[in-house]
């Protein structure tokens, strides 16, 4: 097996670089130092065609651990989809919002790599076929590994981007100041949306109304925004959409609505509406855009189609972690 850890130099603002070299050493100090490969990115874009491109010559007989945060894993689900090369995860951004699904919340890169073996032992861990999203928007399709969104997170979202490249070191708390500001615009957004409901028997239902809301969450994993969990019971491989819609809310009901939220417990209010879903399509008929995030990625459209993709991504967990909580 080859081990190529694709490493994005800037997530988490590089603190958890040092990491690398203790792993490199722990592989030739065991005598596995030619089966390790370590490739720095440098481009957005690029983690995902280097590990397609690792796939493809590779196949089944390498790994791609993702050193990054959720947009680096966002890139490497998309270049590793339908592929026989596994993925792991190695926290090291600053939300790391689908590895808290794996090790839980506030996850350790260092720990994450104990538990893996890559310190400490062999490589250990065994290997998942996990769900993804299918997105086309745009006349492009991708896919997301954690949540795509609409409404006033969305908003908050790219707030909070544009804090932490502006503040790198306000990083861990973007989300949190963004979450601020965004109190003082929109709150109430409208869409058009068909649902394909899946009911508690089996039975797909198709939906088709006008949803007026303050944010939608179509959840394949739990966590997003750097901690806040519109759906802690998701599971990575069950083929369903945890799908949380949250109805018009005031400034006063947002600021209640947000510690719950935090907590994965918003399901509680009477303002939240938890659904199973397999897919289904937002759209405009006013010709008007809206703001479309996946994994922490924006788009712009007019309209996007979505799905489950059952189990087509290979994802290596690690034996003993919180990661068996995240399968069905």
Known sequence: MKYIFLVNPVSGGGKNLRLIDDIRSEFSSIGRGSSLEIVYTSKRGEAQRLSAGFADIYGKNCMIVCCGGDGTIHECANGLVHTDTPMAVLPFGSGNDF?????????????????LGFIGGLPRFFIRHIDLGRVTANGSTFCFIGIMSLGFDTRVEILADKISRKIPKAASMAYTLGLMGGLFGEKTYCINARLDVKEKNGDIRPIKRRMAYTLMAVCNSSYYGGGFCPAPNAKLNDGIFEFLVAAPCNLVEICNLAPMYKMGVADISPKINLTSIV????????????????????????????????????????????????FR
């Open 99 to 115: 590895a808290s699904k794996l090790y839980g919340k506030k996850p350790s890169a260092y720990k994450a790599a104990e538990e």
């Open 279 to 326: 897919g289904g399509s937002f759209f405009s008929s006013d010709g008007n855009t809206f703001v479309l995030n996946c994994d922490g990625e924006n788009t712009v459209t007019q309209r996007a189609d979505f799905s489950v993709e059952h189990k087509v991504l290979k994802l290596c967990v690690p034996i003993l972690s919180e990661g068996v909580k995240a």
